[in-house]
């Protein structure tokens, strides 16, 4: 008799407990901003790991914002500059994902056959004429322009982009050193001596230093000039039109027309794209 009484205490008592209600910690999702610039810290991340292996006789400089009255924001970002005893890397780092459609004679290339970007190669140009104004001009003739993606991409560019002998080389990010050392090895081969001695290098990179702009508000003002060019762009972006008959097209139909070699470069309505061959 005791034991069922006490049992029946304890049925009571387990009735009487509240129940704990299960709570789930939710984080907060991350804006595809956030997550872009996740990412882009990430593939800088692996970039740095790589320029720090290089051998001592090279020096490199990261994020870079000198003056250049030629671009629009007054000022030229460049990602990395690499200082070796035969040449001068400007490095210029891309956070797509897709298929990379471009050529030398584009000034516009396509991710994935449909979002536009400014061909690289011409940014890294204006980047390294900012550089060039900077140091002596027995230096101007030594720079290699880089340009690393992730490998989240593909590559469908001209082939000299690969070809190590080019001063204009298209890289994934993992190999970027692999790419440098090789031409560093091609240019060792041609010159027999370096280009650039111990002082020269440090002279360089000391004249590189100095015209860094570290000011957080300019950094600042430059960022949003970017952003406002962007959206500028975006919004004066003409209607496209055939090439023969000055029809206007879709964005989709000027996007295949781009992104096919087969019309150059240039841009057709439906009619007229079976007229190309």
């Given at each position: 008799?005791?034991?069922?009484?006490?049992?029946?205490?304890?049925?009571?008592?387990?009735?009487t407990k509240p129940k704990q209600a299960n709570v789930t910690s939710s984080?907060?999702?991350?804006?595809?901003?956030?997550?872009?610039?996740?990412?882009?810290?990430?593939?800088?991340?692996?970039?740095?790991?790589?320029?720090?292996?290089?051998?001592?006789?090279?020096?490199?400089?990261?994020?870079?914002?000198?003056?250049?009255?030629?671009?629009?924001?007054?000022?030229?970002?460049?990602?990395?500059?690499?200082?070796?005893?035969?040449?001068?890397?400007a490095i210029e780092t891309k956070n797509y994902q897709g298929t990379i459609?471009?050529?030398?004679?584009?000034?516009?290339?396509?991710?994935?056959?449909?979002?536009?970007?400014?061909?690289?190669?011409?940014?890294?140009?204006?980047?390294?004429?900012?550089?060039?104004?900077?140091?002596?001009?027995?230096?101007?003739?030594?720079?290699?322009?880089?340009?690393?993606?992730?490998?989240?991409?593909?590559?469908?560019?001209?082939?000299?982009?690969?070809?190590?002998?080019?001063?204009?080389?298209?890289?994934?990010?993992?190999?970027?050193?692999?790419?440098?050392?090789?031409?560093?090895?091609?240019?060792?081969?041609?010159?027999?001596?370096?280009?650039?001695?111990?002082?020269?290098?440090?002279?360089?990179?000391?004249?590189?230093?100095?015209?860094?702009?570290?000011?957080?508000?300019?950094?600042?003002?430059?960022?949003?000039?970017l952003q406002a060019k962007t959206t500028s762009d975006k919004i004066t972006?003409?209607?496209?039109?055939?090439?023969?008959?000055?029809?206007?097209?879709?964005?989709?139909?000027?996007?295949?027309?781009?992104?096919?070699?087969?019309?150059?470069?240039?841009?057709?309505?439906?009619?007229?794209?079976?007229?190309?061959?």
């Amino acid at each position: 008799m005791l034991l069922f009484l006490n049992f029946l205490k304890k049925k009571k008592k387990n009735e009487t407990k509240p129940k704990q209600a299960n709570v789930t910690s939710s984080k907060p999702k991350k804006t595809s901003e956030q997550v872009a610039t996740r990412k882009g810290e990430i593939g800088e991340y692996k970039i740095d790991i790589q320029l720090d292996q290089l051998p001592k006789d090279c020096r490199y400089l990261s994020d870079l914002l000198v003056k250049n009255p030629k671009a629009k924001s007054g000022y030229s970002q460049i990602d990395h500059v690499v200082l070796t005893p035969y040449g001068i890397f400007a490095i210029e780092t891309k956070n797509y994902q897709g298929t990379i459609y471009g050529g030398k004679d584009r000034k516009t290339w396509l991710i994935n056959g449909k979002f536009k970007m400014m061909n690289p190669f011409v940014q890294n140009y204006g980047h390294i004429k900012a550089l060039t104004s900077i140091i002596d001009e027995k230096y101007h003739d030594l720079f290699i322009s880089m340009v690393s993606f992730t490998k989240r991409c593909t590559f469908k560019v001209d082939l000299d982009y690969r070809k190590i002998a080019s001063n204009e080389l298209i890289v994934y990010d993992i190999e970027l050193s692999d790419f440098i050392h090789r031409k560093v090895s091609v240019l060792k081969l041609q010159y027999k001596k370096p280009l650039l001695n111990k002082q020269d290098v440090s002279d360089i990179y000391n004249a590189f230093s100095k015209a860094n702009i570290s000011d957080p508000e300019i950094r600042e003002e430059h960022k949003q000039a970017l952003q406002a060019k962007t959206t500028s762009d975006k919004i004066t972006s003409p209607q496209a039109t055939c090439s023969i008959c000055n029809k206007a097209v879709s964005e989709k139909v000027k996007t295949y027309c781009l992104s096919n070699k087969k019309f150059n470069g240039k841009i057709y309505c439906f009619d007229h794209q079976k007229t190309v061959r």
